[in-house]
Nanobody, 121 residues
C-alpha cells in the first residue's frame, strides 16, 4: 500500500491562496509523474495538475493561470500553490502518482486521507 500524505488545506476567502503539500515514498517519487486530484460529493475525482520528474506540467482548464504545481525531488514532495481561489475550488484534494499523462489516470488505487479546501466568505 502506497503511503501518500497530503497537508495544507483549510478555509480561505474567495481570492485567497493556499499551498498544499504531499509526501510520497522515494521509490514512487523517482519513477512517476505526480498529480493533484480533487473530489466533491457531486463530482468524480478529477486531475487538477500534474508534473513529471523532469518538471513538465499540465493543468485542468478550470485552474490554468491560478494554480501552480511543483516538486522537490530531494524531499519527495509535490506542492500545489493555489491562488485566486474560487468557491468552486472547494473539494478534498489528493495526490497520487500518474500512470497515464494523457488521461491523467492515477497509478495507485489506494489514496491518502486528502486535505479539505473550503473557499467561502
Amino acid at each position: 500500500q502506497v503511503q501518500l500524505v497530503e497537508s495544507g488545506g483549510g478555509l480561505v476567502q474567495p481570492g485567497g491562496s493556499l499551498r498544499l503539500s504531499c509526501g510520497a515514498p522515494g521509490s514512487i517519487f523517482r519513477l512517476y509523474a505526480m498529480g493533484w486530484y480533487r473530489q466533491t460529493p457531486e463530482k468524480q475525482r478529477e486531475l487538477v495538475a500534474a508534473i513529471t520528474s523532469g518538471g513538465s506540467t499540465k493543468y485542468g482548464d478550470s485552474v490554468k493561470g491560478r494554480f501552480t504545481i511543483s516538486r522537490d525531488n530531494a524531499k519527495n514532495t509535490v506542492y500545489l500553490q493555489m491562488n485566486s481561489l474560487k468557491p468552486e475550488d472547494t473539494a478534498v484534494y489528493y495526490c497520487n502518482a500518474v500512470s497515464s499523462w494523457v488521461s491523467g489516470q492515477a497509478a495507485f488505487g489506494s489514496w491518502g486521507q486528502g486535505t479539505q479546501v473550503t473557499v467561502s466568505s
